[in-house]
């Protein structure tokens, strides 16, 4: 694990960002105005992880109260936010982490969504352990030394073989496959959400258990629980095109940013300033932490950030 165009009212779909679940296709929920010639209404994808929601609340904010649109968000799944943004019923998706497919058939094909640019944060999936099971025993890292270890990840979920916690099963992922193919004597186990991860993670550190997860960065959590990647064989270009076949590790993918097509040409200032949209990863932390763990609304998170960096977000509005 991210909209707006005459003075009409519009509902705002309030983020619940403290929670990332692995959420419904909402895309009935996309706001009429989306893309409507002339309005002052963006509407946004919010995806379910709080690093994605972080970039929504603080566009939001800016496109609110500096550029003086109204802001509908709608939270939709991955692939289902692509179909959305090319039917015209969401503005923007402001963190993608890669869909080749979908890319190919609305950006290249049908021309219905237009390339926004880069979010300026790269996204890295992998499987971690805490550190202080890597303090134990240092040869955990090493993928190839799992099975010696699987005893330790045991639950009863996983059926007398090592548990793999995944989080959301929308999310992207390789892990039964990475699994099978490396022969390893774990079993995946999805948690059902980001939040309900968070949760189990937090659990596991407090007690000082051993845990395996899939996990992400950038992502607020390694600051409140240290975690250490599991060195997966290298990834190398084309290693994923099979999914069933995949035996490699997760790419370092720069997070990109899309339009619809119609609100990128009419779109105005709104569209100008979501393609000049561009944070670190370190911004985003900051924000993410706000609202999941200091439990800050969207907006006050927001609002922090956007009146201690200046500097920063002033250059997305000319």
Known sequence: MPRTRTKIITVLAVLGLTTGCGAADMTKQASPFANAQGARTVTLSVQSWVGAQANVAVAQYLLQHKLGYRVDTVQVDEIPAWDALSQGRVDAILEDWGHPDQEKRYVEDKKTIARAGGLGVTGHIGWYVPTYLVRQHPDITDWKNLDKYANLFRTAESGGKGQLMDGSPSYVTNDKALVENLKLDYQVIFAGSEAAQITQIRQFAKEHKPFLT?????????????????????????????????????PHTPLQKYLNADFDRSGGKAARFLKKFHWTTEDQN?????????????????????DSHASTWKSWLS
């Open 286 to 306: 900051k924000v993410a932490l706000m609202i999941a763990d200091q439990k800050l609304t969207p907006e006050q998170a927001a609002k922090k950030w956007v």
């Open 214 to 250: 899939y996990w992400y960065a950038p992502q607020w959590l390694f600051k409140k629980v240290p975690m250490t990647e599991v060195r997966l064989p290298p990834y190398k270009e084309g290693c994923d095109a099979d999914p069933a076949k995949v035996a490699c590790a997760y």
